[in-house]
Nanobody, 115 residues
Framework: QVQLVESGGGLVQAGGSLRLSCAAS????????MRWFRQAPGRQREWVAG???????NYPDSVKGRFTISRDNAKNTVYLQMNSLKPEDTAVYYC?????????WGQGTQVTVSS
């Protein structure tokens, strides 16, 4: 079983930056993509970044140009660099890895952006 552990969340002022990390307990075979999602209180979980097995990245318009997803395969770790943070970015951020047969989630890390 693969475990994903997020870290790097915290409290930051609007306009600031944070870098989230997602460490997998081991290499994940046949992973289609690694993704970051977020969920604010009272709202549905929202996708915010993805990186495919080939390295292709994509983002929704709400974070494009501010968030950057990257990975270090040697460390089984995916990162989410978040710049120019806004109060509406406040949420619990989750890491996800999905393969043909499995869908793995981390426990989440809280990001709070103060105005």
């Amino acid at each position: 079983q693969v475990q994903l552990v997020e870290s790097g969340g915290g409290l930051v002022q609007a306009g600031g930056s944070l870098r989230l990390s997602c460490a997998a307990s081991r290499s994940i075979p046949n992973v289609n993509a690694m993704r970051w999602f977020r969920q604010a209180p009272g709202r549905q979980r929202e996708w915010v970044a993805g990186i495919s097995s080939s390295g292709y990245t994509n983002y929704p318009d709400s974070v494009k140009g501010r968030f950057t997803i990257s990975r270090d395969n040697a460390k089984n770790t995916v990162y989410l660099q978040m710049n120019s943070l806004k109060p509406e970015d406040t949420a619990v951020y989750y890491c996800n890895a999905f393969t043909v047969t499995n869908d793995y989630w981390g426990q989440g890390t809280q990001v709070t952006v103060s105005s």
